[in-house]
């Protein structure tokens, strides 16, 4: 007696891994993006004053903040005189081209500002500079 219909194979099953790798593909570019953007997520929302001149600093620096009230942080947490001596010594370390940078709120105290000034210069810094924004023309 003929069939009707042919017995169909039965197929092993397969895992089609040209779609998984495409995924895997997206989510490391993914990853590799939004961590570049996540470089400077440690720092606290300080008004810096406006500069004609101002230029972007392209290598990696230590951010020292100080706040309208004289505060100074470094990594977004709030740290003693002492304590930025000693952080800037072990920054240093290894280079002391390694450059240091300052972001004074704008309604900050002048004193303050140079006390700090020279406290990370007498931590043995030599590359210091002071962030501000490009003003608008």
Known sequence: MKKLLPDKRKQKPQ???TN???VILL??????ITSSFARDKEKLPVD???AANATTMETENMTVQIAK??????AGKQIETAELTTQIKTWVTKSPD???MVEADKD?????????LDQI??????????ATRPENR
């Open 69 to 74: 009230n004289g505060r100074v942080f470094v």
């Open 20 to 22: 998984l790798i495409d």
């Open 121 to 130: 210069r007498s931590s043995g810094a030599v590359n210091i500079g002071l």
């Open 108 to 116: 900050a105290n002048y004193g303050r500002i140079i006390y700090i």
């Open 27 to 32: 989510l490391v570019f993914f990853f590799m």
């Open 48 to 50: 810096v004053p406006k």
């Open 15 to 17: 895992i089609v891994v």
């Open 98 to 100: 390694r450059p240091v």
